[in-house]
């Protein structure tokens, strides 16, 4: 059988590791059109601001490793269209060279794109995204560069939150946009984001939140020097794009269904309206177990996961997806958040009718040296009182916690159960009333 895998990042990865590894009989090629592969984008903002000491080992895997298990792979080769009748692959390298390749199976793991805000001046020298590894030593280049003194982050996503730490820590002016009126605003409540953002103010990032940009503004050179908003003008050497991404259907569109966010729409098994195409990570939609219906959420661990999946469905053995929670944390000037599932906000956004329960303590009791306070939020649905989400934040490192309530959405467990639920007690790790057990007795 022979099986074509169009991009080998992370997803493309996952499936071609899990095809190689446990189906010699599959022929395995894979087709990316960029000269890397594997680059871990979280660790961009870790070298921007020089928290790690080098960027070389941000790659955890390498063409050669996938041409010593048996696949044929073609870096610097686009894939520039798709007959999927005749499931035919037709090619173009950076080379000049063209050609085909045919597949009984197909699996799409394109990814994402970044959003290109369409403002005047968006052509302007100096304006980065931060998707590509290219296009993070692009932007490590300009912050090392001294005459780039200020720096505009547009979006205080995690991306965006995070690269202004960095820059912060390499003795920019910062300041981050965000039409939101905190960073975050996806993933956490007010109560929560606020922590963030006063953590970045104490940082000396300057947030201009509620405030959306309309317009770059560059000097006779063609590079931007400022960015326009609904409230000012503010000084820009460098402007870094981080407003978030969309899937890259391009390959796709015309033939297969788009579902959430127009991601291919793949059921359990990744399988997409085509059954001998798969689709995985950013480019496909995905089962969210908190809102009980398909979303779409951009995430590596996603990409690992479905690219697992669909190796196992297209190898022969059929393995469904359990769904995601959307988990996620950030750690930014020593302040911890991690979240799972939906925040009330969200929750509400999606019509849902749901109650939640507060709780803040010391994560360990008052004599221990070592200590900081914790902060949590459970939520969950009023009528079934099951969990649908869960929101930490501590200095301390909480993170394993949010790993429960991830299962717990999962599984469908209302905050009744956590009530009385077996949680240990050691001074050195917790208190003997845990956060959780009270955060949970508090639920009406
Ligand atoms: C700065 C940053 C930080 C992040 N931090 C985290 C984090 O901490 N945790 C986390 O879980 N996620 C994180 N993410 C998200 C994560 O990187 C993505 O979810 C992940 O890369 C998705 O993997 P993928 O393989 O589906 O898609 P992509 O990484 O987008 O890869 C798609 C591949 O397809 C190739 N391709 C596309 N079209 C074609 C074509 N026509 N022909 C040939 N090749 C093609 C591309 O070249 C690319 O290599 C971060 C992302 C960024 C940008």
Request: charged share 20%; glycine share 10%; aromatic share 8%.
């Amino acid at each position: 059988m022979n099986v074509v895998i169009v991009g080998a990042n992370h997803a493309g990865i996952a499936a071609a590791n899990t095809l190689l590894d446990n189906y010699p009989e599959v022929n395995v090629t894979m087709v990316d059109r960029n000269s890397n592969l594997s680059y871990l984008g979280c660790g961009t903002a870790l070298w921007v601001g020089r928290q790690i000491d080098s960027y070389q080992k941000l790659f955890y895997t390498n063409k050669e490793a996938f041409e010593a298990k048996g696949a044929t792979i073609h870096m610097e080769t686009s894939v520039t269209g798709i007959d999927f009748a005749g499931h035919v692959v037709h090619c173009a390298g950076a080379d000049g060279s063209v050609f085909d390749v045919s597949y009984d199976k197909l699996i799409l793991a394109t990814g994402s794109l970044p959003i290109s805000p369409k403002l005047p001046g968006a052509d302007l020298e100096g304006i980065s995204f931060l998707k590509l590894f290219q296009e993070g030593q692009e932007v490590d280049r300009q912050v090392s560069d001294e005459s780039v003194r200020s720096i505009a982050v547009i979006g205080a996503g995690y991306i965006g939150v995070e690269i202004a730490e960095a820059a912060k820590r390499r003795g920019k002016e910062v300041r981050l946009f965000d039409i939101a009126p905190t960073s975050l605003a996806s993933y956490y409540d007010p109560e929560f984001a606020h922590l963030m953002d006063e953590r970045l103010a104490e940082g000396g990032v300057e947030c201009h939140f509620g405030e959306a940009v309309t317009a770059y503004e560059g000097d006779e050179a063609g590079h931007v020097r400022a960015v326009t908003t609904s409230s000012g003008s503010y000084p820009a050497d460098l402007v870094v794009n981080a407003i978030g991404f969309v899937p890259n259907v391009e390959l796709g569109r015309e033939h297969l269904e788009l579902g959430a966010k127009g991601a291919y729409r793949v059921d359990s098994h990744q399988r997409t309206s085509d059954p001998d195409v798969y689709a995985i990570g950013d480019c496909a939609t995905i089962w969210s177990n908190a809102l009980r219906e398909e979303t779409y959420i951009a995430l590596a661990t996603n990409a690992v996961r479905t690219g697992i999946v669909a190796g196992h469905n297209v190898g022969g053995t059929p393995l469904e997806g359990i769904g995601v929670q959307g988990s996620n944390a950030i750690s930014v000037f020593g302040l911890n958040l991690c979240s799972t599932g939906l925040s009330v906000a969200a929750a509400e956004r999606a019509g849902m009718d749901v109650a939640f329960s507060d709780f803040a303590d010391l994560q360990r009791p008052g004599f221990m040296r070592e200590n900081a306070e914790v902060k949590i939020r459970i939520v969950y649905e009023k009528d079934s009182r099951r969990v649908v989400g869960a929101q930490l934040a501590s200095t301390m490192d909480v993170s394993m916690a949010i790993h429960m309530f991830s299962l717990a959405i999962e599984e469908g467990v209302s905050i009744d159960r956590l009530k009385l639920l077996d949680i240990f007690f050691l001074p050195h790790f917790n208190q003997p009333y845990n956060y959780i057990t009270m955060c949970a007795l508090g639920a009406k």
